[in-house]
């Protein structure tokens, strides 16, 4: 009985079996034939631009304040009371060379004047006096009529008289210098600013009654870093932009030009001072503002000017049959979005300006502009 079932358990599994393979077999002969795919190399979209060697002169921005290289206090120079005011003493009024400002009362000096006026009158004649009366003693002298001694006497007044009137007459010359001193005028065109001036005040010769600064000398004082200043000196002479601003809210500009260096270097970050003479005629700009400086840097010749997102390290890419191609370059300048550089390319040359993260050498790229 067991030999019957497990013949017929044994004859179960090899047909099973056979009917495996053949099922097996007719899948593998029935199988759909797999198609060839062709995989296509992968295209970058990118824009170009053509460019060609031409002279740069790249600008750099600075910041700095106006000064005026002129400015000092206002006093009388002498003692005395205030008796006149012009309607242009006043902060902020602006001045002209020459215009009377102020005056202080003239009664005390006018007399010392008339004093010494006469005091020197008298004085001369005097001396006129004593000249004429040493030729008389020296002529009586030469006919032995009077001592050597006597004559000698007469000299002696002769030299104090002399004395005395040059002494009078120096008074007098400072008296009329002390008079001009109660008349206050400019000295040269500016502003006025910490006014401080009242009818019937008192002042002594050292008494500050106002400050002014020049309008013909204002320049603005600027910063640059150290490789700027370390050749400073080719800066001189250049024009530069002063521009007023607050708040991303631009003002006033003005043009300039460069006229020296400070002469030392900065401390604190090594750099140096630059001053430059600026145009007040169109646009004024007030002392003490702190403005925006836009200034030359170095002349480049004969160099390319790309953007910025051309350049992968110390090389370009150019399409060449629409394939992307390496060029070394030698960059001079890198500004702002910009570079200046010297390659050997050719005015034809179509230079890839997207940035692509992959290598793009010998890739093939498609022009979209």
Known sequence: MLSKIFSVKTLFFFGVLALSLFIYKY???????????????????????NTQRSNYSPKSDAFGKIISTRQGDLRFGVSGRINYISDAFQNGSYIKTGQVLAKLDQKHYLLEIEKLSSETKE?????EIRQRQVKRFKSML?????????????????SKNQSDYVKSRVLLDKAKEDLSYTILKSKFNG????????????????????????MDDLE??????????????????KEI??????????LKTTKGKVLRTGGKIIEEDGGGKIFGKINVQNDY???????????????????FKIPETALYGNKIYVVEDSVAKEKKIDMKFKGSGYVLLDADLSEQDQIIITKIPDNLSNRKVTITN
């Open 191 to 214: 502003i006025l600013y910490d006014v401080e001036i009242n009818m019937g005040q008192f002042l002594s010769s050292n008494d500050r009654i106002a400050k002014i600064f020049s």
């Open 285 to 303: 700009i007030p002392v003490g503002t702190f403005v925006r400086v836009r200034y030359p840097l170095y002349d480049f010749r004969n160099v």
């Open 142 to 158: 030469s006919r032995k009529v009077i001592s050597q001694n006597e004559y000698d006497n007469e000299l002696i007044l002769l």
């Open 241 to 250: 932009e002063v521009m007023w601003e607050a708040s991303d809210t631009f």
């Open 123 to 127: 004085l001369l004649t005097q001396l």
């Open 27 to 49: 899948l593998v002969s029935t199988k759909p034939q797999a198609k060839q795919v062709v995989v296509e190399e992968k295209a970058f979209y990118v824009k170009v631009i």
């Open 220 to 237: 603005v004082e600027f910063s640059v870093p150290s490789k700027i200043y370390s050749n400073a000196e080719k800066l001189i002479g």
